[in-house]
């Protein structure tokens, strides 16, 4: 393992020199309120560079190559779209120059949120979400005005077993209260029980369209007709937007409010765990509770609006992760409708080609045709071999492991995503590997069980870390 | 143009292999009703040629000036090893480092980020960064919530508007109370907040140095916090500060957060900026957000891993510490970076910028600009005159942002400005500005 | 297989109860729980004197990817809680039914032993995957 960069500390080695202005200070800060010096490392530019490089070199990443990860969307990131995120124009713009000045970027901002709208159906977006979750929080947000406003006490949301982490916690953080829907053997939620949930208390149902073991809920049209005529709202997580984007809108689905992720549909990289970007988005009646500010086009010229008395107020600091928004602008003007419609075409023909290949081999506990991604499980892999050994087996052979242990209700669930970008061969070299594991797996498990072999480090002792929490580097 | 490399050929194989004649076959489980064959309403296509041109065009309706505007977004000297080094792929194309064997790259910088977040703010623990400023105050009021079980927050009105205004809309959503502290000559201890500070109060939040650019008592704060049995959080949103001033851990703050765009990330209008929460260690079990921890591998070797992940949403669900899921981890990549190369000169660097406000305000108070606070200050300052609100229309023309008007944010300041110096408005900058005023 | 002693009380929660004398229960999480729940890493423990019910909860285990609440299998006041388990853990694992115990309750009516399952109970209860 490389040393961190605390580890290559010299006295005397860091060279980095501040402008010399020749300006003296008139205003001399008292010392009570100064520190005596800053404790950072004392390192070069040389090591500095060389520490980072090698740092990188111990991290996969999609250039690497397919990157599985289930309901992440990792697909690839085009170039022209990092070049044009860092023109100085957009990156040296100051958040409040005030909008004459910022003209380009604020139609940029509009723009994309008409786009959007096209593609889902949604009257209005809001780019200020920072990411999924935070985008969920604003629309449950939305929810509790909503109800708030028409003087409506309803204190619940249904959410479905299969439903993301997120969106329990994000509903938790608005004060509503939790109803669990069940899936049924099939998938789709379970509509007797769902039904049974709905009265006058439920404020809303949140799903993830399609759902989290990668299948549309063929009764999406029933669930938003039972949900309205209670006068609840529907409520779409767009995580795995890829899957329908150009093919099918959320709004004829029967969604109220929507978010996106653009870091998943549209194409912006994940930065090892972030920025995202995660713009909601709202029918008609809902635009008025958008957060602040909002931007306005009238006559070609772009503004801030706040002067939005039913809003639910401000959500970031700023609007957002604008330059992540940027470059999902710039890759939906690339794509064009064709381009934009076969994302949904071929990340589903993809998933279905791996389903089919590999459900001869392994066990695939819902036999549907799924969309971009679907679910296997470990069930009848030889000798014991579990999805965690076969998850870290799959790096030996240069691949990132698919989503592992979730959904939930898929006891050692594998969700395979390998979205529209992977070529066929691609798809094959990775069923081949799958098939060569699966043969490990009874001629020789101990290989499996010991993986990853090489890898930069071997498997890592979690449990260790989580009984004596280390958190930060110490002398 | 598109990224997909399939070709008609491999389409027809693939659908053999699975079953089916056409593609919109695969599509059968969403009712036909809703599947039009009209494709989105969308511009045609372009070539990356095109693009390029065409987001030139946008990039030209944007006009960068001379500015004296800070408010929460810092214009400082990037070194060029910070963007070099951060443009590498294997660190922007990876996910969140779910298999720590292959991600132990983004895992040892988030090690380091909680590191450098600790000795810079004085804190015990850190984590792998948040959102933004105004959401890192907001989470650290809900996590002073879940500590002591009060229910209220008091704010001081020297805390950044914007973040005073998110922390509003969380406390409206949470149903915790939000209550907001006047000032007294520019910093936060008053009579107002002392008479507001009663049990009920979880969390005192201020901001340093505050929004005017006043530096705050922060030890004063603390023991009148403490003495009520609340919690102090200190939010920092020009952290190049910390090069200079004594950190909020040894005046007594309980929780620190706050921005770190100043530390190698661009303004980029907004976003993404880096925010971060650092916390003594008593509130290791609710802290928001990912967590890195040391351990070891099968072959004893040292290596890093996510930890604590119980706290989190993917396991908790409804009683996790935060929904948050992703975060601003390559922000944090570059300011681990860019304080690597500034390493201890960021007191020099601080002090610089210190200087250059205290020149503009020499220079300003020229031609009739008076400072509105008689406190020590660090990079911004308060100037009042008559023609505060006009400044902005005339100066824009000739290429500066002359700062920020404050009368739409404080009624009591009409006629003042906020204005801003780094080491990035040089003294000709400041001569040439002075010039024209 | 996992050891289920014949001389303790159990809850469908797969806490177990032993009677110290005859108003003093010690409870902690049985053999099957801590295998369900693979190496533990953190014990949340109750606050001493706190009153508490039976069925509510009391206490938190954790191991790296799941938590599980533990709840109060009879109604009472928490007399001691298992200080060791801050610093080890791992106790809950290796020794569920001894120096893993959780805490020690004051039981405010002794009749709410009855309600719980005594060991073939707790077996059937186990093999029937509740």
Same mark, same amino acid.
């Given at each position: 393992?490389?040393?961190?960069?605390?580890?290559?500390? +010299?006295?005397?080695?860091?060279?980095?020199?501040?402008?010399?202005?020749?300006?003296?200070?008139? /205003?001399?800060?008292?010392?009570?309120?100064?520190?005596?010096?800053?404790?950072?490392? /004392?390192?070069? @530019?040389? /090591?500095?560079?060389?520490?980072?490089?090698?740092?990188?070199?111990?991290?996969?990443?999609?250039?690497?190559?397919?990157?599985?990860? +289930?309901?992440?969307?990792?697909?690839?990131?085009?170039?022209?779209?990092?070049?044009?995120?860092?023109?100085?124009?957009?990156?040296?713009?100051?958040?409040?120059?005030?909008?004459?000045?910022?003209?380009?970027?604020?139609?940029?901002?509009?723009?994309?949120?008409?786009?959007?709208?096209?593609?889902?159906?949604?009257?209005?977006?809001?780019?200020?979400?920072?990411? +999924?979750?935070?985008?969920?929080?604003?629309?449950?947000?939305?929810?509790?005005?909503?109800?708030?406003?028409?003087?409506?006490?309803?204190?619940?949301?249904?959410?479905?077993?299969? =439903?993301?982490?997120?969106?329990?916690?994000?509903?938790?953080?608005?004060?509503?209260?939790?109803?669990?829907?069940?899936?049924?053997?099939?998938?789709?939620?379970?509509?007797?029980?769902?039904? +049974?949930?709905?009265?006058?208390?439920?404020?809303?149902?949140?799903?993830?369209?399609?759902?989290?073991?990668?299948?549309?809920?063929?009764?999406?049209?029933?669930?938003?007709?039972?949900?309205?005529?209670?006068?609840?709202?529907?409520?779409?997580?767009?995580?795995?937007?890829?899957?329908?984007?150009?093919?099918?809108?959320?709004?004829?689905?029967?969604?109220?409010?929507?978010?996106?992720? *653009?870091?998943?549909?549209?194409?912006?990289?994940?930065?090892?765990?972030?920025?995202?970007?995660?713009?909601?988005?709202?029918?008609?009646?809902?635009?008025?509770? *958008?957060?602040?500010?909002?931007?306005?086009?009238?006559?070609?010229?772009?503004?801030? /609006?706040?002067?939005?008395?039913?809003?639910?107020?401000?959500?970031?600091?700023?609007?957002?992760?604008? *330059?992540?928004?940027?470059?999902?602008?710039?890759?939906?003007?690339?794509?064009?409708? @064709?381009?934009?419609?076969?994302?949904?075409?071929?990340?589903?023909?993809?998933?279905?080609?791996?389903?089919?290949? $590999?459900?001869?081999?392994?066990?695939?506990?819902?036999?549907?045709?799924?969309?971009? @991604?679907?679910?296997?499980?470990?069930?009848?892999?030889?000798?014991?071999?579990?999805?965690?050994? $076969?998850?870290?087996? $799959?790096?030996?052979?240069?691949?990132? =492991?698919?989503?592992?242990?979730?959904?939930?209700?898929?006891?050692?669930?594998?969700?395979?995503?390998?979205?529209?970008?992977?070529?066929?061969?691609?798809?094959?070299?990775?069923?081949?590997?799958?098939?060569?594991?699966?043969?490990? =797996?009874?001629?020789?498990?101990?290989?499996? $069980?010991?993986?990853?072999?090489?890898?930069?480090?071997?498997?890592?002792?979690?449990? =260790?870390?989580?009984?004596?929490?280390?958190?930060?580097?110490? @002398? | 143009?598109?990224?997909?490399?399939?070709?008609?050929?491999?389409?027809?194989?693939?659908?053999?292999?699975?079953?089916?004649?056409?593609?919109?076959?695969?599509?059968?489980?969403?009712?036909?009703?809703?599947?039009?064959?009209?494709?989105?309403?969308?511009?045609?296509?372009?070539?990356?040629?095109?693009?390029?041109?065409?987001?030139?065009?946008?990039?030209?309706?944007?006009?960068?000036?001379?500015?004296?505007?800070?408010?929460?977004?810092?214009?400082?000297?990037?070194?060029?090893?910070?963007?070099?080094?951060?443009?590498?792929?294997?660190?922007?194309?990876?996910?969140?480092?779910?298999?720590?064997?292959?991600?132990?790259?983004?895992?040892?910088?988030?090690?380091?980020?909680?590191?450098?977040?600790?000795?810079?703010?004085?804190?015990?623990?850190?984590?792998?960064?948040?959102?933004?400023?105004?959401?890192?105050?907001?989470?650290?009021?809900?996590?002073?919530?879940?500590?002591?079980?009060?229910?209220?927050?008091?704010?001081?009105?020297?805390?950044?508007?914007?973040?005073?205004?998110?922390?509003?809309?969380?406390?409206?959503?949470?149903?915790?109370?939000?209550?907001?502290?006047?000032?007294?000559?520019?910093?936060?201890?008053?009579?107002?907040?002392?008479?507001?500070?009663?049990?009920?109060?979880?969390?005192?939040?201020?901001?340093?140095?505050?929004?005017?650019?006043?530096?705050?008592?922060?030890?004063?704060?603390?023991?009148?916090?403490?003495?009520?049995?609340?919690?102090?959080?200190?939010?920092?949103?020009?952290?190049?500060?910390?090069?200079?001033?004594?950190?909020?851990?040894?005046?007594?703050?309980?929780?620190?957060?706050?921005?770190?765009?100043?530390?190698?990330?661009?303004?980029?209008?907004?976003?993404?900026?880096?925010?971060?929460?650092?916390?003594?260690?008593?509130?290791?079990?609710?802290?928001?957000?990912?967590?890195?921890?040391?351990?070891?591998?099968?072959?004893?070797?040292?290596?890093?891993?996510?930890?604590?992940?119980?706290?989190?949403?993917?396991?908790?669900?409804?009683?996790?510490?935060?929904?948050?899921?992703?975060?601003?981890?390559?922000?944090?990549?570059?300011?681990?970076?860019?304080?690597?190369?500034?390493?201890?000169?960021?007191?020099?660097?601080?002090?610089?910028?210190?200087?250059?406000?205290?020149?503009?305000?020499?220079?300003?108070?020229?031609?009739?600009?008076?400072?509105?606070?008689?406190?020590?200050?660090?990079?911004?300052?308060?100037?009042?005159?008559?023609?505060?609100?006009?400044?902005?229309?005339?100066?824009?023309?000739?290429?500066?942002?002359?700062?920020?008007?404050?009368?739409?944010?404080?009624?009591?300041?009409?006629?003042?400005?906020?204005?801003?110096?780094?080491?990035?408005?040089?003294?000709?900058?400041?001569?040439?500005?002075?010039?024209?005023? | 297989?996992?050891?289920?002693?014949?001389?303790?009380?159990?809850?469908?929660?797969?806490?177990?109860?032993?009677?110290?004398?005859?108003?003093?229960?010690?409870?902690?999480?049985?053999?099957? &729980?801590?295998?369900?729940?693979?190496?533990?890493?953190?014990?949340?423990?109750?606050?001493?004197? &706190?009153?508490?019910? #039976?069925?509510?909860?009391?206490?938190?285990?954790?191991?790296?990817?799941?938590?599980?609440?533990?709840?109060?299998?009879? #109604?009472?006041?928490?007399?001691?809680?298992?200080?060791?388990?801050?610093? #080890?853990?791992?106790?809950?694992?290796?020794?569920?039914?001894?120096?893993?115990?959780?805490?020690?309750?004051?039981?405010?009516?002794?009749?709410?032993?009855?309600?719980?399952?005594? &060991? #073939?109970?707790?077996?059937?209860?186990?093999? &029937?995957?509740?």
């Amino acid at each position: 393992m490389t040393k961190l960069i605390f580890e290559k500390h +010299g006295k005397g080695k860091n060279k980095f020199r501040v402008p010399d202005f020749g300006v003296k200070d008139n /205003d001399v800060i008292p010392d009570k309120f100064k520190n005596s010096s800053v404790d950072l490392p /004392d390192v070069n @530019e040389v /090591d500095v560079v060389r520490h980072y490089t090698n740092l990188s070199s111990l991290n996969f990443g999609v250039d690497r190559a397919m990157y599985p990860l +289930g309901s992440c969307t990792m697909k690839h990131n085009p170039r022209i779209n990092e070049k044009i995120s860092s023109l100085m124009q957009f990156s040296a713009l100051h958040p409040m120059c005030g909008d004459t000045l910022s003209q380009g970027a604020l139609q940029v901002i509009h723009e994309l949120s008409v786009y959007l709208s096209a593609i889902t159906g949604m009257s209005a977006f809001s780019l200020a979400p920072a990411a +999924g979750s935070h985008g969920e929080l604003t629309g449950v947000m939305i929810i509790k005005k909503y109800f708030e406003e028409i003087g409506e006490k309803r204190d619940k949301i249904i959410i479905p077993d299969s =439903a993301h982490g997120t969106n329990p916690a994000s509903v938790a953080m608005c004060g509503f209260k939790i109803l669990e829907a069940p899936s049924n053997q099939e998938g789709d939620v379970d509509l007797d029980k769902l039904s +049974g949930m709905i009265d006058g208390s439920v404020a809303a149902m949140m799903l993830t369209s399609p759902n989290t073991l990668g299948l549309f809920d063929r009764n999406i049209l029933k669930i938003s007709e039972m949900l309205h005529a209670n006068g609840s709202v529907f409520y779409a997580d767009g995580a795995n937007l890829n899957a329908v984007i150009g093919t099918a809108r959320m709004k004829d689905m029967g969604f109220d409010i929507m978010h996106i992720n *653009l870091h998943k549909t549209f194409s912006t990289p994940h930065g090892g765990g972030g920025p995202g970007s995660g713009p909601v988005g709202v029918v008609e009646k809902f635009v008025k509770y *958008l957060p602040v500010p909002f931007v306005r086009e009238e006559g070609g010229k772009y503004a801030l /609006d706040y002067n939005r008395p039913d809003s639910i107020g401000r959500v970031h600091s700023f609007y957002g992760n604008f *330059l992540v928004a940027l470059k999902s602008y710039a890759y939906i003007r690339t794509l064009g409708p @064709e381009g934009i419609r076969d994302i949904s075409r071929i990340s589903v023909l993809n998933a279905n080609y791996l389903r089919s290949r $590999l459900m001869k081999e392994f066990n695939l506990p819902i036999n549907r045709t799924c969309m971009h @991604e679907f679910v296997l499980n470990d069930k009848d892999i030889p000798n014991h071999v579990t999805t965690n050994d $076969l998850a870290k087996r $799959l790096l030996d052979y240069g691949y990132h =492991a698919p989503t592992v242990y979730f959904p939930l209700l898929i006891p050692g669930a594998m969700m395979i995503e390998p979205t529209e970008t992977e070529g066929k061969d691609s798809l094959d070299e990775f069923v081949d590997a799958m098939i060569k594991i699966k043969k490990e =797996a009874s001629d020789n498990p101990e290989i499996i $069980l010991g993986a990853p072999h090489t890898t930069p480090v071997r498997r890592v002792d979690a449990v =260790a870390a989580a009984r004596n929490p280390i958190l930060k580097w110490q @002398e | 143009m598109s990224y997909i490399s399939i070709t008609e050929d491999e389409i027809k194989i693939m659908l053999g292999e699975i079953g089916v004649d056409s593609i919109d076959d695969l599509f059968a489980d969403i009712p036909k009703s809703i599947r039009p064959d009209k494709k989105p309403d969308l511009p045609s296509p372009l070539s990356e040629q095109e693009l390029s041109f065409h987001i030139g065009n946008l990039a030209e309706k944007n006009r960068i000036h001379t500015s004296f505007i800070g408010a929460g977004s810092y214009n400082h000297y990037i070194p060029a090893a910070v963007d070099h080094l951060s443009s590498r792929s294997e660190f922007f194309t990876a996910y969140t480092p779910y298999q720590p064997e292959v991600s132990q790259g983004t895992l040892a910088v988030i090690f380091e980020f909680q590191t450098m977040i600790c000795k810079l703010t004085g804190m015990d623990v850190a984590n792998a960064s948040m959102y933004d400023g105004a959401t890192s105050v907001a989470e650290s009021v809900l996590m002073s919530i879940r500590a002591n079980k009060k229910n209220k927050v008091l704010i001081s009105r020297t805390v950044h508007p914007h973040y005073r205004d998110v922390l509003k809309t969380y406390c409206w959503a949470s149903g915790i109370g939000y209550l907001e502290a006047d000032f007294s000559d520019g910093s936060s201890p008053s009579d107002d907040l002392k008479k507001k500070l009663d049990n009920d109060v979880s969390a005192v939040v201020v901001q340093n140095p505050n929004f005017f650019g006043v530096i705050e008592d922060i030890d004063e704060i603390a023991s009148l916090t403490h003495g009520n049995n609340s919690n102090l959080i200190v939010t920092v949103n020009e952290p190049v500060s910390l090069g200079l001033l004594k950190n909020p851990g040894n005046s007594g703050a309980d929780i620190v957060c706050g921005d770190a765009q100043a530390f190698g990330n661009p303004m980029g209008f907004g976003g993404p900026i880096l925010g971060f929460i650092s916390a003594k260690k008593e509130f290791l079990r609710m802290m928001p957000g990912r967590l890195t921890g040391k351990t070891t591998d099968l072959d004893g070797k040292t290596c890093y891993v996510l930890t604590l992940q119980t706290r989190e949403q993917h396991i908790r669900r409804e009683r996790a510490t935060s929904n948050i899921c992703s975060n601003q981890a390559l922000c944090a990549l570059r300011s681990v970076i860019y304080l690597s190369i500034v390493g201890p000169r960021l007191r020099e660097l601080a002090d610089l910028n210190h200087r250059m406000a205290s020149y503009l305000k020499a220079r300003l108070s020229e031609k009739g600009f008076t400072p509105v606070f008689e406190r020590p200050f660090f990079n911004e300052i308060v100037m009042r005159h008559k023609t505060a609100d006009k400044l902005d229309h005339w100066l824009k023309d000739l290429g500066y942002i002359p700062g920020l008007y404050l009368g739409g944010h404080y009624k009591e300041l009409k006629d003042c400005v906020l204005f801003c110096a780094t080491e990035m408005t040089s003294k000709s900058d400041i001569d040439n500005f002075i010039k024209h005023i | 297989m996992s050891l289920i002693p014949d001389d303790l009380k159990y809850t469908k929660d797969h806490e177990w109860v032993r009677m110290e004398t005859d108003l003093i229960a010690c409870c902690g999480i049985t053999d099957h &729980a801590q295998e369900m729940l693979t190496d533990i890493v953190f014990v949340e423990l109750p606050e001493i004197n &706190a009153e508490v019910k #039976s069925g509510e909860q009391i206490a938190v285990v954790e191991s790296v990817k799941a938590v599980s609440d533990v709840f109060s299998p009879v #109604s009472g006041r928490i007399l001691e809680i298992n200080k060791t388990l801050e610093d #080890s853990p791992e106790l809950v694992n290796t020794s569920p039914y001894g120096e893993g115990w959780i805490c020690k309750i004051e039981i405010k009516n002794p009749r709410e032993m009855n309600d719980l399952m005594d &060991a #073939s109970a707790y077996n059937s209860h186990v093999e &029937a995957g509740d």
